[in-house]
């Protein structure tokens, strides 16, 4: 039975497991020294366009919580969306690894910051005794499951370098956000300002791992030194890298995010037959909240069905991923209609 509580409860791609057989193969450097980790790294420059600073750690956490430390002192802080990912879900972690840069959250319609909800966080107050301002970052696609366009993020970033601060962005979905706006990674990336990108490779097939890539690559001094002394540093990093090239090899990783995308749009439309049922957000990327009757929800649960309804701004949350399939859509449809008959 698949369900729909996370896109991580999906299992490793074939063309990412494949890739990672394939890497195991006799010895190899550690640590980053080898074949593989050498040649995603400049696949990911070719995808981006630009020559970037790439790094690969274990989880989405630690390379929001890393990549956030390497551009904050402990004494500044960081401006983010009330509903990200860093300030809800990731147990202070970006705290932590700043040694105490603060999180500041604002308000946005859909899930996302504008340049004036970041300006009124960042003018607030500019004494010596407050944190300073210094990043602020973006969730792409965002908690609640919609996305940036290339304009918006281009407006943020470039408030954000007028008044000093450096812009980083949660791609945990960065994949579905691509595949939806039918745009090149550039443009939604340093084409709009962004310095650093943490690429999520989890949630489109891969058995683990993200990229940190730093278009900044002045922002990566000693970044290394971090991933070692925070535990993210692979020591047999070939199995942590090589997975990456057989999604990047052919646009899988884009036709993966596609499917989750459609699957998200063939439920979205499903659930907007039911007059009962609410849908909260825009359904742009693979992930669709809804208000149901509690009755409907526990009858759900009850015939075994997972999703989240403590994760975005309340209701449930049902997000597909790259190998979810139509009957799945459908059957869930279908017990729904059932428990509101």
């Known amino acids: 039975m698949q369900n729909f509580a996370s896109d991580n409860y999906a299992g490793v791609c074939p063309e990412a497991m494949a890739a990672f057989a394939a890497a195991n193969t006799g010895h190899a450097p550690a640590y980053g020294e080898d074949d593989w980790t050498r040649r995603v790294s400049d696949r990911l420059r070719t995808l981006f366009d630009t020559d970037c600073d790439v790094y690969f750690v274990f989880n989405g956490t630690a390379a929001n919580s890393l990549a956030l430390a390497a551009l904050c002192q402990s004494y500044h802080s960081v401006v983010c969306h009330e509903l990200a990912h860093v300030e809800t879900d990731e147990c202070g972690g970006p705290e932590f690894f700043s040694n105490g840069s603060k999180l500041l959250p604002a308000r946005g ?18 004494d010596v005794h407050y944190p300073k301002p210094r990043v602020v970052t973006l969730t792409q696609s965002t908690e609640v499951g919609t996305v940036y366009r290339p304009q918006e993020i ?61 278009f900044d690559r002045g922002l990566s001094e000693d970044f290394a030194y971090r991933c070692k002394q925070a535990g993210q540093l692979a020591s047999k990093m070939r199995f942590l890298s090589a997975p990456w090239l057989g999604i990047l090899e052919d646009e899988v990783w884009l036709r993966h995010a596609r499917h989750a995308n459609a699957m998200a749009q063939r439920l979205a439309a499903g659930l907007q037959q039911v007059p009962e049922a609410k849908l909260m957000f825009p359904v742009e990327a693979n992930g669709v909240f809804c ?47 059932v428990l509101l008959a």
Do not use: Q
Not at 113 to 121: D, I, Q, R, Y
């Open 109 to 126: 319609g859909n899930g996302k910051l504008t340049p004036a909800a970041m300006l009124e966080v960042v003018s607030r107050r500019s």
């Open 154 to 214: 281009a407006a943020i970033s470039a408030s954000a370098h007028e008044h000093g601060l450096r812009v980083h962005m949660d791609g945990a979905r960065f994949a579905n956000a691509v595949a939806a706006l039918g745009v090149a990674p550039a443009d939604i990336t340093w084409r709009a300002g962004v310095d650093v990108l943490c690429f999520g490779g989890t949630k489109m097939g891969l058995p683990v791992g993200e990229a940190v890539v730093f």
């Open 291 to 337: 208000e149901l009757p509690e009755h409907v929800l526990a009858g759900l649960r009850a015939r075994g069905w997972r999703f989240y309804t403590f994760i975005g701004a309340g209701g449930a949350r049902f997000m597909c991923g790259w190998d979810t399939l139509p009957e799945s859509v459908d059957a869930l449809l279908a017990d729904l209609r």
